[in-house]
């Protein structure tokens, strides 16, 4: 019986193949494209009624099911952690590749410009993020990373160590940061405006420069810059470099 089964399976295997070969991904419905995706990782299952589960618990989409965390994904009968796993972080593979492809091409030489970088580049993200462009000094765009941490549930981090070994090993001495509000609600915390001029003082001590923190979220985006926030914090840092005495500086 169980031959029997194994042999059904490998003859659908075989067609799905055939039919991505002739016709590439775009041919196949979305839970097709799951099932095909699981084939390495699930050899000896049909994986047709985990591809439609996957995509029940996720809403639907394979951006849900690519965003999902790997124990959500865990749940699904049949499911491996290895495939979890891999499910889980196609959408970091995908912004990846795409961001590899428009690096050249990319110029963010103001506000205007780096916030419709980084809506594009939050579209996908269903969870609180930074991201750091890393910039040249005509605005081309060199690197985009993503930087955080997680300190609790709620809330994410700037990886603080992330931040000064990136901005280390490139020549770029400007940067924009952003993160996002999942929530939608565009609007600085106080934690974030804290940040912010923590963060402009890093950045000085560095010596580069935090050119804006956009905050991005569906229902619109806020930026430091604009509303003068960096340009008040970097003359504030500058006092304090110039009146503490030289023998304090460094204790």
Not at 113 to 125: C, G, N, R, T, V
Not at 230 to 236: H, M, Q
Request: net charge neutral; with cysteine.
């Amino acid at each position: 019986m169980s031959n029997k089964s194994d042999n059904i399976h490998a003859h659908h295997r075989e067609r799905m193949r055939k039919r991505i070969a002739k016709n590439g991904l775009d041919s196949l419905q979305d839970h097709e494209v799951l099932e095909y995706l699981l084939y390495p990782f699930i050899p000896r299952k049909d994986t047709n009624p985990i591809a439609h589960t996957l995509l029940d618990i996720a809403g639907g989409t394979l951006e849900g099911v690519f965003n999902s965390p790997v124990e959500m994904l865990m749940n699904v009968p049949n499911m491996t952690y290895s495939a979890s796993l891999f499910l889980a972080n196609l959408s970091q593979l995908i912004n990846r590749c795409n961001m590899q492809k428009l690096s050249d091409k990319v110029y963010l030489r103001n506000t205007e410009d780096a916030i419709k970088y980084f809506k594009a580049l939050f579209a996908e993200e269903l969870e609180e993020y930074f991201y750091m462009a890393l910039i040249a000094p005509d605005g081309r765009l060199v690197d985009t990373c993503k930087i955080s941490s997680y300190g609790d549930s709620n809330q994410c981090k700037l990886d603080i160590k992330r931040f000064i070994l990136k901005t280390a090993s490139t020549q770029a001495s400007h940067y924009f940061l952003a993160h996002n509000h999942p929530s939608g609600n565009p609007n600085p915390s106080l934690t974030d405006f804290e940040f912010t001029k923590w963060l402009v003082s890093l950045s000085k001590s560095l010596e580069t420069e935090l050119v804006d923190h956009i905050i991005v979220s569906r229902n619109g985006c806020f930026s430091f810059n604009r509303c003068g926030a960096l340009a008040d914090y970097a003359d504030e840092f500058k006092k304090f470099c110039r009146y503490i005495p030289i023998q304090d500086k460094y204790k």
